[in-house]
């Protein structure tokens, strides 16, 4: 399920800005390199370019600024609100500053655990809308406010996790100076930022884990009932996470796996990996939160014609931020979607006629149905990379 906030798209735009307005000559070729670099998680390598790019002396201003906010935006990525700040206090008043200073000044989060691997259990819930099944979420265990409650866990809740306001005050989630609008595929909530204290994940303690709060009626309806979500921040400090699907658990592995990455992260926080249809290579956003793997509104525009003539015309509902949303889909059939090592064929594919509120280049969406239809898979959004066996 697609949660951001709209507090930190400054940086997106930023972001965007200076990927398509840039034209410095013989940098254009560092300024790529950079950008790369972000895309991959490699933050380290990709500010390292940055600031040589800012030792070119006939830099204009525009482009120095446009450099500076872009190591912010890294910093913004994981969680270094800080560095964020510090880059953009250079170039905008406290005054219009003040949501991401509040962030800037708690304390950073962080992940305490023992030197050997840690096994938690999982369990799968079904969906259901009207009687009819609509697919599973995937829920697991954790302590907050020494009270053991079950968490769906998704990365596509973007930087942070999310609970909704009676979970957050009942379970000793801080509010923070923070407020904003949280965006889903069907719309968008009202919402505050809160920090819990500790949240424990088996023998995991993660210290300063922010949540997005939101109205109760935003997250509970007649296709999910959620109270609270693993969002990705938990992911991030976590590592590696090893899928037995066979077992029912998830490994967090102690010394962690340096595979090739084949993820790559949008200035929202979302995640992407490519998918091969019929030959066709296409970008898919990595949400483990959605309950299916689908193919969007980019996809219907790009294969309209088509669809039109040959598929089946349906409705779907889609539940998330914003409430219920039924929309007109065209269903394909046992569609082969190869990616990240393995091939889930799909029985029932839904194309989206519809763009959604915070839809951008891609697709479609993998879902938690391709990582629950192999035994095995590896997750690590720190490093990068997703695989399947």
């Known amino acids: 399920m697609r949660i951001f906030i709209s507090l930190i798209l400054l940086s997106f735009y930023i972001s965007i800005y200076a990927e398509n307005k840039v034209n410095i000559g013989d940098l254009d070729s560092l300024w790529t390199a950079a950008v790369e670099h972000g895309k991959h998680g490699r933050f380290d390598e990709s500010n390292a370019i940055y600031r040589v790019i800012l030792t070119e002396q006939d830099l204009s201003e525009e482009l120095r600024r446009a450099a500076i906010l872009s190591i912010g935006n890294n910093a913004n990525l994981v969680g270094d609100y800080k560095t964020f700040y510090d880059c953009l206090s250079q170039y905008y008043d406290a005054e219009d500053l003040v949501q991401i200073k509040a962030l800037a000044d708690l304390p950073k989060d962080t992940l305490i655990r023992c030197e050997r691997d840690i096994a938690v259990a999982y369990r799968i819930d079904s969906i259901y809308y009207d009687g009819q099944f609509k697919g599973c979420e995937i829920r697991m265990p954790a302590t907050i406010d020494g009270k053991e409650e079950i968490f769906v866990l998704d990365n596509g809740c973007a930087r942070f996790s999310a609970a909704t306001e009676t979970f957050a005050l ?18 968008e909530a009202s919402m505050w930022l809160g920090i819990a204290d500790s949240l424990s994940i ?13 109205p109760d009626e935003y997250l509970v309806n007649s296709v999910m009932n959620i109270q609270a979500i693993l969002g990705a921040n938990i992911f991030r400090l976590a590592g590696e996470m090893n899928f037995d699907n066979k077992l029912g658990i998830i490994v967090f592995p102690f010394v962690q796996q340096n595979l090739e990455s084949n993820i790559t992260i949008r200035d929202d926080g979302t995640y992407f990996t490519k998918v091969e249809i019929d030959g066709d290579v296409l970008q898919f956003q990595l949400d483990l939160g959605a309950a299916n793997t689908n193919l969007c509104y980019n996809y219907f525009e790009k294969h309209k014609d088509f669809l039109e003539a040959t598929a089946q015309a349906d409705t ?8 219920l949303s039924k929309i007109m889909v065209y269903r394909l059939f046992d569609i082969p979607f190869k990616a990240c090592g393995g091939i889930y064929i799909k029985k029932n594919v839904a194309v989206s006629t519809q763009k959604e509120t915070n839809g ?24 990068m990379f997703f695989y399947v066996k």
């Open 170 to 187: 009942s379970h000793g989630i801080r509010p923070i100076d923070v407020r904003g609008r949280a965006i889903g595929v069907t719309g």
């Open 202 to 214: 088996g023998e995991m303690l993660f210290r300063n884990i922010v949540f997005i709060v939101m």
């Open 316 to 323: 779907s509902i889609s539940g998330g931020v914003g409430g």
């Open 360 to 383: 951008g280049d891609e697709d479609g969406n993998l879902g938690n149905d391709f990582l629950l239809s192999f035994d095995k898979a590896v997750l690590n959004l720190r490093k």
